[in-house]
Protein backbone atom coordinates (compact mmCIF):
# COMPACT_ATOMS: atom_id res chain seq x y z
CA UNK A 1 0.00 0.00 0.00
CA UNK A 2 2.58 2.14 -0.98
CA UNK A 3 1.17 5.29 -3.08
CA UNK A 4 2.46 8.59 -3.51
CA UNK A 5 1.76 10.01 0.37
CA UNK A 6 3.45 6.55 1.99
CA UNK A 7 2.57 4.25 4.49
CA UNK A 8 0.24 5.64 7.50
CA UNK A 9 1.25 3.84 10.16
CA UNK A 10 -2.18 4.73 12.22
CA UNK A 11 -4.49 2.93 9.48
CA UNK A 12 -5.47 -0.88 10.28
CA UNK A 13 -5.16 -3.24 8.02
CA UNK A 14 -5.18 -6.94 8.19
CA UNK A 15 -1.88 -7.17 6.84
CA UNK A 16 -0.59 -5.53 9.40
CA UNK A 17 -1.31 -7.58 12.53
CA UNK A 18 0.19 -5.10 15.05
CA UNK A 19 -1.56 -1.95 13.71
CA UNK A 20 -4.71 -3.57 14.35
CA UNK A 21 -2.97 -5.11 17.88
CA UNK A 22 -2.28 -1.48 18.70
CA UNK A 23 -5.81 -0.10 17.48
CA UNK A 24 -7.92 -2.97 20.06
CA UNK A 25 -5.26 -1.96 22.51
CA UNK A 26 -6.04 1.88 22.85
CA UNK A 27 -9.62 1.68 21.93
CA UNK A 28 -9.81 -0.99 25.02
CA UNK A 29 -8.36 1.35 27.51
CA UNK A 30 -9.98 4.22 26.08
CA UNK A 31 -13.78 2.31 26.94
CA UNK A 32 -12.57 1.59 30.21
CA UNK A 33 -10.84 4.12 31.25
CA UNK A 34 -13.08 6.95 29.78
CA UNK A 35 -16.62 5.85 28.89
CA UNK A 36 -17.59 2.93 31.50
CA UNK A 37 -15.19 3.26 34.77
CA UNK A 38 -16.07 6.97 35.43
CA UNK A 39 -19.81 5.94 34.42
CA UNK A 40 -19.46 3.25 37.58
CA UNK A 41 -17.91 5.59 39.78
CA UNK A 42 -20.24 8.66 38.84
CA UNK A 43 -23.72 5.97 40.28
CA UNK A 44 -21.50 4.90 43.07
CA UNK A 45 -21.53 8.05 44.14
CA UNK A 46 -25.50 8.37 43.28
CA UNK A 47 -26.16 4.91 45.20
CA UNK A 48 -27.63 3.42 42.07
CA UNK A 49 -25.51 0.63 42.58
CA UNK A 50 -22.56 -0.07 44.84
CA UNK A 51 -19.47 -1.91 45.79
CA UNK A 52 -21.48 -4.29 47.61
CA UNK A 53 -23.99 -4.96 44.95
CA UNK A 54 -21.13 -5.71 42.23
CA UNK A 55 -19.32 -8.09 45.19
CA UNK A 56 -22.80 -9.97 45.68
CA UNK A 57 -23.36 -10.23 42.20
CA UNK A 58 -19.94 -11.10 41.24
CA UNK A 59 -19.93 -14.31 43.77
CA UNK A 60 -23.18 -15.49 43.18
CA UNK A 61 -23.57 -15.32 39.77
CA UNK A 62 -23.88 -18.72 37.40
CA UNK A 63 -22.41 -18.83 34.35
CA UNK A 64 -25.92 -20.13 32.20
CA UNK A 65 -27.01 -16.58 33.78
CA UNK A 66 -24.33 -14.49 32.14
CA UNK A 67 -26.04 -11.66 29.97
CA UNK A 68 -22.55 -11.56 27.41
CA UNK A 69 -21.86 -14.52 25.84
CA UNK A 70 -18.49 -14.13 23.93
CA UNK A 71 -18.04 -16.11 20.79
CA UNK A 72 -15.16 -18.50 20.72
CA UNK A 73 -12.40 -17.57 17.60
CA UNK A 74 -13.26 -18.58 14.75
CA UNK A 75 -9.27 -20.00 14.18
CA UNK A 76 -5.82 -20.37 15.19
CA UNK A 77 -4.02 -18.36 13.09
CA UNK A 78 -3.00 -14.80 13.68
CA UNK A 79 -5.94 -13.89 11.47
CA UNK A 80 -9.00 -15.24 13.20
CA UNK A 81 -7.43 -14.37 17.05
CA UNK A 82 -6.85 -10.57 15.84
CA UNK A 83 -10.18 -10.58 14.74
CA UNK A 84 -11.79 -12.00 17.54
CA UNK A 85 -10.22 -9.48 19.70
CA UNK A 86 -11.63 -6.73 17.72
CA UNK A 87 -15.29 -8.54 17.74
CA UNK A 88 -14.88 -8.98 21.73
CA UNK A 89 -14.02 -5.26 22.08
CA UNK A 90 -17.01 -4.37 20.21
CA UNK A 91 -19.18 -6.21 22.06
CA UNK A 92 -17.54 -4.76 24.92
CA UNK A 93 -18.42 -1.11 23.25
CA UNK A 94 -22.01 -2.23 23.01
CA UNK A 95 -22.15 -3.36 26.37
CA UNK A 96 -21.06 -0.33 27.71
CA UNK A 97 -23.77 1.72 25.81
CA UNK A 98 -26.31 -0.65 26.87
CA UNK A 99 -25.62 0.68 30.68
CA UNK A 100 -25.43 3.71 29.48
CA UNK A 101 -27.69 6.24 30.89
CA UNK A 102 -30.00 7.30 27.97
CA UNK A 103 -30.78 3.40 28.19
CA UNK A 104 -31.53 2.71 32.02
CA UNK A 105 -34.34 4.22 33.80
CA UNK A 106 -33.50 6.75 36.41
CA UNK A 107 -29.80 7.21 35.67
CA UNK A 108 -30.41 11.31 34.24
CA UNK A 109 -27.25 11.43 33.29
CA UNK A 110 -25.62 13.63 30.40
CA UNK A 111 -22.41 13.36 28.05
CA UNK A 112 -20.97 16.58 30.10
CA UNK A 113 -21.19 14.40 33.55
CA UNK A 114 -19.36 11.78 32.25
CA UNK A 115 -16.49 14.57 31.12
CA UNK A 116 -16.23 15.64 34.65
CA UNK A 117 -16.46 12.73 36.05
CA UNK A 118 -13.59 11.15 33.78
CA UNK A 119 -11.01 14.29 34.42
CA UNK A 120 -11.25 15.91 30.76
CA UNK A 121 -11.14 19.43 32.88
CA UNK A 122 -9.39 18.02 35.57
CA UNK A 123 -6.39 15.59 35.70
CA UNK A 124 -7.21 14.74 39.27
CA UNK A 125 -9.70 12.22 38.05
CA UNK A 126 -8.35 10.72 35.44
CA UNK A 127 -8.56 7.21 35.26
CA UNK A 128 -4.91 6.18 34.35
CA UNK A 129 -4.62 3.83 31.39
CA UNK A 130 -2.51 0.70 30.84
CA UNK A 131 0.08 0.92 29.15
CA UNK A 132 1.23 -2.10 26.55
CA UNK A 133 4.51 -3.70 25.65
CA UNK A 134 5.84 -7.45 24.62
CA UNK A 135 6.08 -9.26 21.29
CA UNK A 136 2.99 -9.47 19.30
CA UNK A 137 2.04 -12.57 20.96
CA UNK A 138 1.91 -11.46 24.22
CA UNK A 139 0.16 -8.27 23.45
CA UNK A 140 -2.40 -10.31 21.86
CA UNK A 141 -2.39 -12.57 25.15
CA UNK A 142 -2.80 -9.72 27.35
CA UNK A 143 -5.97 -8.20 25.47
CA UNK A 144 -7.20 -11.62 25.84
CA UNK A 145 -7.10 -11.38 29.60
CA UNK A 146 -8.01 -7.53 29.60
CA UNK A 147 -10.96 -8.17 27.71
CA UNK A 148 -12.15 -11.31 30.02
CA UNK A 149 -11.71 -8.78 33.18
CA UNK A 150 -12.99 -5.86 31.52
CA UNK A 151 -16.22 -7.76 30.39
CA UNK A 152 -16.26 -9.45 34.10
CA UNK A 153 -16.80 -6.45 35.46
CA UNK A 154 -19.35 -5.10 33.09
CA UNK A 155 -21.18 -7.90 33.35
CA UNK A 156 -21.42 -8.31 36.93
CA UNK A 157 -22.11 -4.40 36.43
CA UNK A 158 -25.24 -5.20 34.14
CA UNK A 159 -26.70 -8.05 36.92
CA UNK A 160 -26.37 -5.19 39.43
CA UNK A 161 -28.39 -2.82 37.52
CA UNK A 162 -31.57 -5.52 37.41
CA UNK A 163 -31.01 -6.74 40.78
CA UNK A 164 -31.33 -2.89 41.99
CA UNK A 165 -34.28 -2.74 39.80
CA UNK A 166 -32.88 -0.01 37.22
CA UNK A 167 -33.94 -1.91 34.30
CA UNK A 168 -35.27 -5.62 33.33
CA UNK A 169 -33.43 -8.19 32.11
CA UNK A 170 -36.30 -8.27 29.08
CA UNK A 171 -35.75 -4.10 28.37
CA UNK A 172 -31.99 -4.98 28.15
CA UNK A 173 -32.03 -7.66 25.86
CA UNK A 174 -34.46 -5.89 23.71
CA UNK A 175 -32.11 -2.87 23.88
CA UNK A 176 -28.93 -5.21 23.36
CA UNK A 177 -30.70 -6.08 19.96
CA UNK A 178 -31.29 -2.67 18.79
CA UNK A 179 -27.29 -2.27 19.03
CA UNK A 180 -26.60 -4.75 17.01
CA UNK A 181 -28.13 -3.28 14.20
CA UNK A 182 -25.50 -1.18 12.41
CA UNK A 183 -25.97 1.13 9.62
CA UNK A 184 -24.12 1.16 6.59
CA UNK A 185 -21.01 3.94 6.36
CA UNK A 186 -21.93 6.98 4.49
CA UNK A 187 -18.86 9.06 4.17
CA UNK A 188 -17.78 8.12 1.12
CA UNK A 189 -21.51 7.99 -0.38
CA UNK A 190 -21.17 12.10 1.33
CA UNK A 191 -18.37 13.11 -0.60
CA UNK A 192 -18.59 11.82 -4.03
CA UNK A 193 -21.85 13.32 -3.83
CA UNK A 194 -20.34 16.58 -3.15
CA UNK A 195 -17.76 15.96 -5.55
CA UNK A 196 -19.99 15.55 -8.62
CA UNK A 197 -22.93 17.70 -7.56
CA UNK A 198 -22.20 21.17 -7.18
CA UNK A 199 -25.59 22.78 -5.81
CA UNK A 200 -25.54 19.57 -3.18
CA UNK A 201 -21.86 20.81 -2.04
CA UNK A 202 -22.88 24.37 -1.51
CA UNK A 203 -25.82 23.09 0.82
CA UNK A 204 -23.04 21.16 2.16
CA UNK A 205 -20.78 23.66 3.00
CA UNK A 206 -23.91 26.35 3.93
CA UNK A 207 -26.36 24.24 5.73
CA UNK A 208 -24.23 20.69 7.38
CA UNK A 209 -27.19 18.44 8.43
CA UNK A 210 -30.08 19.70 6.63
CA UNK A 211 -27.71 18.78 3.37
CA UNK A 212 -27.39 15.48 4.20
CA UNK A 213 -31.57 15.52 6.07
CA UNK A 214 -32.29 15.90 2.11
CA UNK A 215 -29.97 13.38 0.48
CA UNK A 216 -31.57 10.49 3.25
CA UNK A 217 -28.62 10.16 5.49
CA UNK A 218 -29.63 9.08 8.45
CA UNK A 219 -28.14 10.97 11.79
CA UNK A 220 -28.46 11.35 15.03
CA UNK A 221 -28.62 14.83 17.65
CA UNK A 222 -24.69 15.33 18.38
CA UNK A 223 -24.54 19.01 17.71
CA UNK A 224 -24.58 21.25 15.06
CA UNK A 225 -22.53 20.08 11.93
CA UNK A 226 -19.62 22.33 10.60
CA UNK A 227 -17.96 20.38 6.88
CA UNK A 228 -15.00 22.44 5.83
CA UNK A 229 -13.87 22.42 2.05
CA UNK A 230 -10.20 21.70 1.16
CA UNK A 231 -8.58 23.64 -1.37
CA UNK A 232 -5.94 24.52 -3.60
CA UNK A 233 -5.05 26.79 -0.99
CA UNK A 234 -6.28 25.33 2.32
CA UNK A 235 -6.10 22.26 4.20
CA UNK A 236 -8.37 21.51 6.91
CA UNK A 237 -7.80 19.42 9.97
CA UNK A 238 -9.96 18.77 13.29
CA UNK A 239 -9.01 17.70 16.48
CA UNK A 240 -10.94 17.70 19.80
CA UNK A 241 -8.39 18.50 21.98
CA UNK A 242 -10.61 18.51 25.63
CA UNK A 243 -12.04 15.58 25.11
CA UNK A 244 -12.88 13.59 21.57
CA UNK A 245 -16.04 15.04 19.67
CA UNK A 246 -16.53 13.85 16.37
CA UNK A 247 -19.85 13.32 14.09
CA UNK A 248 -19.61 9.82 14.94
CA UNK A 249 -23.32 9.57 13.75
CA UNK A 250 -22.27 10.51 10.65
CA UNK A 251 -19.01 9.40 10.43
CA UNK A 252 -19.31 6.05 12.22
CA UNK A 253 -16.48 5.34 15.18
CA UNK A 254 -13.65 7.47 16.07
CA UNK A 255 -10.49 6.38 14.66
CA UNK A 256 -8.77 5.55 18.23
CA UNK A 257 -5.78 8.04 17.12
CA UNK A 258 -8.30 11.14 17.28
CA UNK A 259 -8.84 10.35 20.49
CA UNK A 260 -5.29 9.79 21.90
CA UNK A 261 -3.51 12.27 24.00
CA UNK A 262 -0.80 12.70 21.52
CA UNK A 263 -2.52 13.54 18.64
CA UNK A 264 -4.98 15.92 20.32
CA UNK A 265 -2.05 17.80 22.09
CA UNK A 266 0.42 18.07 19.06
CA UNK A 267 -2.21 19.05 16.43
CA UNK A 268 -2.21 22.05 18.26
CA UNK A 269 1.15 22.83 19.22
CA UNK A 270 2.84 22.13 15.80
CA UNK A 271 -0.05 21.09 13.44
CA UNK A 272 2.50 20.70 10.45
CA UNK A 273 5.03 18.41 12.57
CA UNK A 274 2.38 16.69 14.07
CA UNK A 275 0.82 15.40 10.83
CA UNK A 276 4.08 14.76 9.33
CA UNK A 277 5.35 12.16 12.43
CA UNK A 278 1.73 10.88 12.33
CA UNK A 279 0.44 10.49 9.27
CA UNK A 280 3.46 11.42 6.63
CA UNK A 281 1.79 13.63 4.82
CA UNK A 282 3.57 17.09 4.41
CA UNK A 283 1.32 19.96 3.64
CA UNK A 284 2.45 22.01 0.86
CA UNK A 285 4.15 25.48 2.50
CA UNK A 286 1.90 27.44 -0.13
CA UNK A 287 -1.19 26.12 1.43
CA UNK A 288 -3.16 27.74 4.51
CA UNK A 289 -3.54 24.73 7.35
CA UNK A 290 -6.15 25.65 9.39
CA UNK A 291 -7.04 23.51 12.21
CA UNK A 292 -10.73 23.52 13.86
CA UNK A 293 -10.87 22.65 17.83
CA UNK A 294 -14.30 21.12 17.74
CA UNK A 295 -16.43 21.70 21.60
CA UNK A 296 -19.79 19.37 21.85
CA UNK A 297 -22.31 22.21 19.97
CA UNK A 298 -20.15 21.72 17.06
CA UNK A 299 -19.02 18.81 15.25
CA UNK A 300 -16.77 19.18 12.24
CA UNK A 301 -15.61 16.91 8.97
CA UNK A 302 -13.19 17.74 5.72
CA UNK A 303 -14.23 17.29 2.23
CA UNK A 304 -10.84 16.30 1.17
CA UNK A 305 -10.23 17.79 -2.55
CA UNK A 306 -11.53 15.54 -5.39
CA UNK A 307 -8.11 13.34 -6.39
CA UNK A 308 -7.07 14.12 -10.34
CA UNK A 309 -7.86 11.83 -12.78
CA UNK A 310 -11.08 10.72 -11.63
CA UNK A 311 -12.79 12.58 -14.28
CA UNK A 312 -15.88 11.04 -15.57
CA UNK A 313 -15.74 8.55 -12.88
CA UNK A 314 -18.90 7.42 -11.52
CA UNK A 315 -19.78 8.49 -7.53
CA UNK A 316 -20.00 4.73 -6.54
CA UNK A 317 -16.71 4.30 -7.44
CA UNK A 318 -15.66 7.67 -6.22
CA UNK A 319 -16.88 7.15 -3.23
CA UNK A 320 -13.91 4.04 -2.67
CA UNK A 321 -11.57 6.62 -2.69
CA UNK A 322 -12.50 8.14 0.48
CA UNK A 323 -10.69 7.16 3.27
CA UNK A 324 -11.65 8.03 7.17
CA UNK A 325 -8.19 9.71 7.98
CA UNK A 326 -8.86 11.98 4.85
CA UNK A 327 -12.85 13.23 6.49
CA UNK A 328 -10.28 14.58 9.49
CA UNK A 329 -7.82 15.82 7.13
CA UNK A 330 -4.73 13.48 8.37
CA UNK A 331 -4.93 12.24 4.53
CA UNK A 332 -6.08 12.87 1.34
CA UNK A 333 -8.63 11.08 -0.99
CA UNK A 334 -7.07 7.94 -2.25
CA UNK A 335 -6.06 8.42 -6.03
CA UNK A 336 -7.25 5.47 -8.44
CA UNK A 337 -3.73 3.72 -8.55
CA UNK A 338 -3.99 3.97 -4.91
CA UNK A 339 -7.33 2.07 -4.52
CA UNK A 340 -6.30 -0.24 -7.42
CA UNK A 341 -2.98 -1.54 -5.20
CA UNK A 342 -5.21 -1.74 -2.09
CA UNK A 343 -7.38 -3.77 -3.99
CA UNK A 344 -4.51 -6.24 -5.69
CA UNK A 345 -3.33 -6.66 -2.09
CA UNK A 346 -7.06 -7.37 -0.85
CA UNK A 347 -7.00 -4.56 1.64
CA UNK A 348 -10.47 -4.10 3.15
CA UNK A 349 -11.99 -1.32 2.62
CA UNK A 350 -12.29 1.27 5.71
CA UNK A 351 -15.78 0.93 6.36
CA UNK A 352 -16.07 2.59 10.56
CA UNK A 353 -18.85 1.13 12.35
CA UNK A 354 -21.97 3.25 12.56
CA UNK A 355 -24.06 2.62 15.58
CA UNK A 356 -27.77 3.03 15.95
CA UNK A 357 -28.46 6.11 18.41
CA UNK B 1 -30.76 28.18 16.91
CA UNK B 2 -30.31 31.79 16.78
CA UNK B 3 -27.69 33.90 15.68
CA UNK B 4 -29.20 36.64 16.03
CA UNK B 5 -28.98 37.29 19.80
CA UNK B 6 -25.29 36.68 19.47
CA UNK B 7 -23.08 40.08 20.61
CA UNK B 8 -20.43 39.61 18.20
CA UNK B 9 -20.55 39.22 14.02
CA UNK B 10 -17.27 37.78 12.01
CA UNK B 11 -14.49 39.72 11.64
CA UNK B 12 -14.42 41.30 15.24
CA UNK B 13 -11.76 41.04 17.20
CA UNK B 14 -11.63 39.64 20.71
CA UNK B 15 -9.68 38.40 23.43
CA UNK B 16 -10.87 35.31 25.49
CA UNK B 17 -10.41 35.55 29.19
CA UNK B 18 -8.32 34.17 31.11
CA UNK B 19 -9.93 32.46 33.81
CA UNK B 20 -13.38 32.35 34.23
CA UNK B 21 -15.02 30.07 36.72
CA UNK B 22 -18.55 30.23 35.97
CA UNK B 23 -18.07 29.70 32.64
CA UNK B 24 -18.08 26.80 30.76
CA UNK B 25 -15.47 24.78 30.94
CA UNK B 26 -14.75 23.67 27.32
CA UNK B 27 -12.88 26.13 26.78
CA UNK B 28 -9.51 25.26 25.73
CA UNK B 29 -6.32 26.56 28.10
CA UNK B 30 -4.36 27.20 24.90
CA UNK B 31 -6.58 30.01 24.46
CA UNK B 32 -7.20 31.68 27.20
CA UNK B 33 -6.26 35.21 27.63
CA UNK B 34 -5.58 34.99 23.63
CA UNK B 35 -6.44 37.54 20.83
CA UNK B 36 -8.53 36.16 17.78
CA UNK B 37 -10.98 37.24 15.06
CA UNK B 38 -14.55 35.42 15.24
CA UNK B 39 -14.69 33.41 12.39
CA UNK B 40 -17.95 31.88 12.65
CA UNK B 41 -21.34 32.69 14.67
CA UNK B 42 -23.29 29.82 15.38
CA UNK B 43 -25.30 31.64 17.74
CA UNK B 44 -27.35 29.47 20.42
CA UNK B 45 -27.29 25.34 20.00
CA UNK B 46 -29.41 23.23 21.66
CA UNK B 47 -27.71 19.91 22.53
CA UNK B 48 -29.99 17.90 25.24
CA UNK B 49 -27.82 14.77 25.24
CA UNK B 50 -24.95 16.58 25.70
CA UNK B 51 -25.17 19.14 28.60
CA UNK B 52 -28.45 20.40 30.74
CA UNK B 53 -29.82 23.93 30.16
CA UNK B 54 -29.08 26.36 27.32
CA UNK B 55 -25.45 27.65 26.67
CA UNK B 56 -24.39 31.27 25.91
CA UNK B 57 -24.24 31.88 21.65
CA UNK B 58 -21.12 29.84 20.28
CA UNK B 59 -18.46 31.18 17.88
CA UNK B 60 -15.71 29.84 16.41
CA UNK B 61 -12.90 32.31 16.48
CA UNK B 62 -9.87 32.38 14.21
CA UNK B 63 -6.06 32.47 16.00
CA UNK B 64 -3.40 33.17 14.57
CA UNK B 65 -0.81 29.93 15.42
CA UNK B 66 2.20 32.45 15.97
CA UNK B 67 -0.01 33.82 18.59
CA UNK B 68 -0.28 30.83 20.32
CA UNK B 69 2.89 28.40 20.12
CA UNK B 70 6.26 29.09 19.20
CA UNK B 71 5.75 28.33 15.98
CA UNK B 72 6.75 30.36 12.50
CA UNK B 73 4.34 29.00 10.40
CA UNK B 74 1.70 31.00 9.80
CA UNK B 75 -0.93 28.41 10.01
CA UNK B 76 -4.53 29.52 11.84
CA UNK B 77 -6.58 26.83 14.57
CA UNK B 78 -10.34 27.88 14.63
CA UNK B 79 -11.83 27.08 18.12
CA UNK B 80 -15.47 26.94 19.64
CA UNK B 81 -15.78 29.65 22.37
CA UNK B 82 -19.00 30.86 24.07
CA UNK B 83 -19.92 34.37 24.38
CA UNK B 84 -18.74 34.29 28.36
CA UNK B 85 -15.26 33.75 27.57
CA UNK B 86 -15.04 36.93 25.68
CA UNK B 87 -14.32 40.57 25.22
CA UNK B 88 -14.27 43.05 22.75
CA UNK B 89 -9.98 43.43 21.83
CA UNK B 90 -9.39 47.23 21.72
CA UNK B 91 -6.47 48.26 19.45
CA UNK B 92 -4.11 48.60 23.04
CA UNK B 93 -5.32 44.70 24.38
Known amino acids: ?357 | MSETDSKYKIGDAVIVANDNPTGNPRTPRYIRGKRGVIGLVHGILENVRDHRGIHNPLYTVRFDLSELAPCHDTDTIWVDVHEEWLSRATRDS
Not at chain 1, 70 to 99: C, F, S
Not at chain 1, 116 to 126: A, H, P, T, V
Not at chain 1, 146 to 172: C, H, K, M, N, S
Open chain 1, 1 to 357: MSGKHGHKPFEGHMHDYLAHVRAVEEDLEYYRAKRFEPRIFYLLRRNVVTFYDLLKVGSTLRKKDHFFKIAKPQGKNIEARVRHLEEWLDEYVKGIALVSARTVEGMDMVTEDNRKERGDYDDFFKIKKKEHQGTLDERMVNLQQDLTDYTELLEVFVQALIRRGWATREELAQRWQQLHDERPWAGGVIVAKAWTDPEFKRALLDTGREALREMGVHQGKVGKLVVVENTEQTHNVVVCTLCSCYPYDILGDTPWWYKHESYRANIVQNPRACIKDMFQLEIPSDKELRVWDSTSDVRYFVLPQRPAGTEGMPEQELAKLVTVDSLIGAGYALEPSQLREREAAHVEPEMPRLRPD
